[in-house]
């Protein structure tokens, strides 16, 4: 990957079609949704993408996608952040049909998404979500996208969970002592 002239990694483009298991994407600017801000400064440009997701169908939900770097992110202090860790926010509209509303809908996205940002960065090694404790529905549409829970932290908005997915290359990684070369 190429660093830019700030000597920060810029954010995976991921190069993902039009349809997504069923979802259409749109580019909506660099902007986080939540209007967050970095403790430290201001993150380097290509820090934060955001994209919109439609399912398409009558009453579905539209999905504001937002992908951070971890390390230009509150959450980096949560966790041992690896340098292109990211994460990855969801904020769903309320559907005008509450059937389509219950994340069942959104973990092909998730899947999508993931896979497609994994393959545009071989150098990310997790991928983390942190909806908020209390929040079961976004626990379990994570969940259904792949996210596995692995701790609780404690952020200016509140108490999250923190879920993570990575890629295959580090979950098999053998982390027995006798497989240790001595």
């Not at 994407?25 to 955001?50: D, E, K, N, Q």
């Not at 923190?162 to 497989?179: F, G, H, K």
Request: hydrophobic content about 40%.
């Amino acid at each position: 990957m190429k660093l830019t002239t700030a000597g920060h990694h810029p954010l995976p483009v991921p190069a993902l079609p039009g349809h997504v298991s069923g979802w259409t994407l749109r580019p909506a600017g660099s902007a986080p949704a939540t209007g967050a801000t970095v403790p430290f400064g201001a993150a380097p440009a290509g820090a934060v993408r955001t994209c919109t997701a439609s399912s398409g169908q009558d009453g579905g939900p539209v999905v504001r996608v937002t992908i951070h770097r971890v390390l230009y992110h509150p959450l980096r202090g949560c966790y041992p952040v690896g340098a292109h860790d990211l994460l990855l926010e969801l904020d769903i509209t309320e559907p005008r049909n509450p059937v389509t509303g219950d994340g069942r809908d959104t973990a092909g996205l998730l899947r999508s998404l993931v896979a497609a940002l994994f393959a545009a960065d071989p150098s990310c090694r997790r991928i983390t979500a942190a909806p908020p404790v209390e929040d079961t529905a976004a626990r379990e549409r994570y969940a259904a996208g792949g996210f596995r829970p692995v701790a609780e932290a404690d952020v200016r908005e509140g108490s999250v969970v923190l879920m993570v997915v990575e890629p295959a290359q580090v979950t098999t990684i053998d982390t027995a002592l006798s497989a240790m070369p001595h």
